[in-house]
């Protein structure tokens, strides 16, 4: 069974910092890029962040450039975003997903490219 697994989500103050981790189960993890989305009330799901395991190429949302780190710890089926200096406008669920295209400093693909999803991990940043 095809799973991932959000986790560290939670309630932080604005300039705080969390680690969200997305846990890969039931493909071949090496195959997929694997990339971070949010969606905050009444908005559209955007992409954040994506990252090919491949060739390490990445890819973030001008909004949070320079704030997030995205990684992958392959032995681990697991992929990291690190956020940092988080503002108000962070706030979302934010979801990973397997699967889309090669990420570019340009984009990261559409949502329908991508296979399998989590279920999301609530972010929620006060002022």
């Known amino acids: 069974e095809v799973q991932l697994v959000e986790s560290g989500g939670g309630l932080v103050q604005a300039g705080g910092s969390l680690r969200l981790s997305c846990l890969a189960s039931?493909?071949?993890?090496?195959?997929?890029?694997i990339g971070w989305f949010r969606q905050a009330p009444g908005k559209e799901r955007e992409g954040v962040s994506c990252?090919?395991?491949?060739?390490?190429?990445?890819y973030y949302v001008d909004s949070v450039k320079g704030r997030f780190s995205i990684s992958s710890d392959n032995a681990k089926s697991t992929v990291y975003l690190q956020m940092n200096s988080l503002k108000v406008e962070d706030t979302a669920v934010y979801y990973c997903?397997?699967?889309?295209?090669?990420?570019?400093?340009?984009?990261?693909?559409?949502?329908?490219?991508?296979?399998?999803w989590g279920q999301g991990t609530q972010v929620t940043v006060s002022s």
């Open positions: 997903a397997a699967g889309g295209p090669l990420p570019t400093t340009q984009g990261m693909g559409f949502m329908d490219e991508f296979d399998y």
């Open positions: 990252i090919s395991k491949s060739d390490g190429s990445t």
């Open positions: 039931g493909f071949t993890f090496d195959d997929y890029n």
